[in-house]
């Protein structure tokens, strides 16, 4: 199946069950959606991956529509924390932000992740999946907290923590293995509240881990 069927084909998958999810039944008058990936698929690349898709916060806003066609070339404009990624990503593993997959664990859109309840997050779990199992990625790096990951889907889980001197409080760089296969590293967001010298340390964690 090639990269565009494939998207079709889950992208028709993910709308099926958007439209039976408890966010959408809670929220229909907020046209808030869906998005698969921002940016083409290209398989065996590393995936670097977030909690889910947030809500433009422009005044002019209406509403999103569900993502319909195949991207065929990266979205310049969205990613606010596109430099921060890049910048990581060239220097600890040799790839630049476009050369990478980049998606959310959850299709679903939403203000924030409040809005999704566990079903949510369970009913987007196999969509993530099977995402991940057709790009079959050398690695994944998720930018946040792999909370909403059971036991059973990510195994042999370690944390690693960095205080730099000075610092209160400890950062973390987290390891293990997804579904049974794929290596997963998170580090914190690019919005988080630490200095660049703490965002180096983890993401040197990842590398040193991941070998």
């Known amino acids: ?14 709308e099926n069950v958007f439209l039976k999810s408890e966010v959408y039944s809670k929220n229909k008058e907020e046209n808030w959606f869906y998005s698969i990936c921002n940016g083409p698929i290209f ?11 947030g809500v433009s916060r422009d005044k002019s806003y209406k509403g999103h529509s569900p993502q319909k066609t195949y ?24 790839y630049s932000f476009d050369e ?73 760089a987290r390891v293990g293995v997804l579904f049974d296969k794929y290596k997963l590293g998170s580090v914190p967001h690019s919005s988080a509240h630490i200095s660049s010298q703490t965002h180096d340390a983890l993401w040197n964690i990842l590398l040193e881990k991941f070998k």
């Open 43 to 53: 398989r065996s690349k590393p995936i670097v991956f977030g909690l889910n898709w």
């Open 100 to 172: 990478v997959n980049y998606s959310n664990q959850c299709f679903f859109r939403t203000p924030n992740v409040d809005y999704l309840s566990y079903k949510d997050w369970r009913d987007a779990l196999p969509l993530f999946k099977e995402y991940v199992e057709y790009i079959d990625p050398p690695y994944l790096i998720m930018l946040g907290l792999p909370k909403h990951l059971d036991n059973k889907e990510l195994k042999e889980f370690k944390e690693y923590g960095y205080l730099p001197k000075g610092a209160k409080r400890r950062s973390y």
């Open 71 to 94: 991207p065929k070339d990266i979205d310049q404009n969205t990613w606010k924390f596109k430099s921060h990624v890049n910048l990581y990503l060239q220097k600890y593993f040799g």
């Open 1 to 14: 199946m090639t990269e565009e069927k494939f998207f079709n084909y889950l992208r028709q998958k993910t």
